[in-house]
């Protein structure tokens, strides 16, 4: 079941062309792309599960054996991620069809929605880095379209500065690959691994490293690189700051991960010490930002901004410890704030206000509501029995142990500034006396969908150990880049026999 | 012919960057079709670009030049001319609604 590892890229991308070709039917348009987001779902619980039982999945595209043709390399890491990120599509999908209104969703909402996807899932499985940047590519300008999809001045606004930032980076992100192709004369990702483990002089690698560092910031949002963040992320559709939020900045952190393990594994004491001063001005930017936000979107936003930081915070530092907690932190963030941000969409739905200073009281109104932000509160504050407190308790720990006691410090101090305003957001909304003014209906696939990431949250807490090992056994090949070369090139190896 | 390339490359940043930096949108979005072109640019000299080689095997075998290079610039051209038509798709709307391309005029946001 080689083909396997197709089919995440392959149902998103034919479910969006079904649902072009659908026309104007609304019913029709639904069906096919819940339909299109289920079965992205499945395909991604079977791949992981192929990967679980059976090692690396690699897929040759076209026959064209590598370092010449693309492959396509499910690992545990890619295909977790892609498990991840297809669960949180598949709720943001759910919500979409109540919240997004008709006239959108007849025209291209469903189409882009599956185009995003599919830029997200390709970009998490391919072992080629120019195949990396075109799938960054489709993965953007969807993001793009999306944004801006309501038109609204704001968003197109917010859409105008978030797409300069990454065309900038996208031919920062052609120079390194020009430099990386020039230097080593290869673009697959084993096969660079086996050519610069054999380097004797480093040449220009270090920079080009930096370069797609700094590339992948601008996605991961990373310290210089995060302004168009929260403009972005507070203007898209709701569902849509779900996915960027929770899922799209990941692929940054991904990408950092996946280069910095498997190619350039020799220069990683290089960069190091820039990872991590930029994670914890990130951290700190991300904290005092949100403390500053009356618009509830917009300090999920700035809030995001500051968990990244923790995140890269964690792959600089390196250690097992440290890679396992982040990727903890990762599936902790991802659904949380996309909960987050789902339910802070439902609150703005019914108060028909994104200030916080104009909600209140809600708390009796929408209990069920109120008691899902409490929960993504607690998850992305730290709060101990879910399992968000694990992650950034082990980050610490893992930060003390490798001796950045400053760093440990300073990201424990953050930890107390998260909680709070967070609390205090939610405090704000449904907490302290409202003026008890008139709700507006908010459908129920909406408030569904933002339960059911909380529930998740929970089963998380309550599954931690098993969690946990699955995480360690992904840190585990992580560590080894040599198990995810051995395993592309067994394949080259028996593609050409059978030529 | 490499120096040539360099400089070209060199002037296509420079004019770029400086594009990108003014406050009309027009002309930021020229800035980057213009930073676009020096990176394909530099992306064709990294198979080591050579003047009249042909980057086939010709019939006799003879010399050619690294292919791979140039399909990979062929997809970055393609992929840019799109972004920069959804670029100025999406500046001639916010202009239709706010009447100006001056983004000091254009502060919804608060950054």
Known sequence: ?499 | MTTLLAVTIGVLFGTGAFLVLRRNALKVIIGLSLISHGANLLLVTSGGFAGNRPPIIGPGGGVYVDPLPQALVLTAIVISFGMTAFMVTLLYRLYRRTGTVDMDQIRGLKG
């Open chain 1, 1 to 499: 079941m080689k083909a396997l590892v197709t089919f995440p890229i392959l149902i998103p991308l034919a479910t969006a062309i079904i649902t072009i070709f659908l026309g104007r039917s609304l019913r029709g348009k639904v069906v096919v792309s819940l339909v299109g987001g289920g079965a992205s779902f499945a395909s991604a619980l079977l791949l992981l599960r192929t990967v679980w039982s059976q090692g690396t999945v690699v897929h040759v595209m076209g026959s064209w054996s590598p370092p010449f043709g693309i492959i396509l390399v499910a690992d545990l890491l890619s295909s977790g991620m892609v498990l991840l990120s297809s669960g949180v599509a598949l709720v943001a999908l759910c919500y979409s069809v109540g919240y997004v209104e008709e006239e959108g969703q007849r025209l291209a909402y469903h189409p882009l929605f599956h185009l995003l996807m599919m830029g997200i899932y390709g970009a998490f499985l391919t072992g080629d880095i120019f195949n990396l940047f075109v799938f960054f590519e489709i993965l953007l300008i969807s993001s793009y379209a999306l944004v801006a999809f309501a038109g609204e001045d704001y968003q197109l606004e917010a859409t105008l500065k978030y797409a300069t930032i990454n065309l900038i980076a996208s031919a920062v992100f052609l120079l390194a690959v020009g430099g990386l192709y020039g230097t080593m004369g290869s673009l697959n990702m084993a096969d660079l691994s086996l050519k610069i483990g054999q380097l004797q002089d480093p040449g220009p690698l270090p920079t080009i490293f930096l370069l797609f560092i700094a590339v992948f910031g601008v996605k991961a949002s990373m310290f210089p690189f995060y302004f168009w963040l929260p403009d972005a992320h507070s203007s898209a559709p709701t569902p849509i700051s779900a996915i960027l939020s929770g899922v799209l900045i990941k692929v940054g952190a991904y990408s950092i991960l996946r280069i910095s393990s498997v190619i350039f594994v020799p220069f990683r004491p290089d960069v190091q010490g820039w990872i991590l001063a930029l994670a914890a001005i990130t951290m700190v930017v991300g904290a005092c930002g949100a403390l500053a936000q009356s618009d509830v979107k917009r300090l999920l936003a700035y809030s995001s901004v500051g968990q990244m930081g923790y995140i890269l915070l964690g792959v600089g530092i390196g250690t097992p410890l440290a890679l396992v907690s982040t990727l903890l932190f990762i599936v902790n963030h991802a659904l949380a704030k996309a909960m987050l941000f789902l339910t802070a969409g439902i609150v703005i739905e019914a108060t028909g206000t994104r200030e916080m200073g104009n909600m209140g009281g809600l708390g009796r109104q929408m209990p069920w509501t109120a008691g899902a932000f409490l929960v993504g509160t607690m998850a992305i504050g730290g709060v101990p029995p879910l399992f968000g407190f694990f992650a950034k308790f082990l980050l610490i720990k893992s930060a003390i142990e490798a001796g950045y006691g400053f760093l440990a410090a300073l990201a424990a101090v953050l930890a107390i500034v998260t909680l709070w305003y967070l609390f205090a957001a939610w405090q704000q909304v449904f907490w302290r006396e409202g003026s008890g003014h008139a709700l507006h209906a908010v459908p129920r696939l909406m408030k569904g969908s933002g339960l059911v990431l909380a529930g998740l949250i929970l089963i998380g807490t309550i599954f931690l150990n098993p969690l946990v090992d699955f995480l360690s056994a992904v840190e585990a090949q992580l560590r080894q880049p040599g198990v995810y070369v051995t395993a592309v090139f067994r394949e080259v190896t028996r593609g050409s026999a059978l030529h």
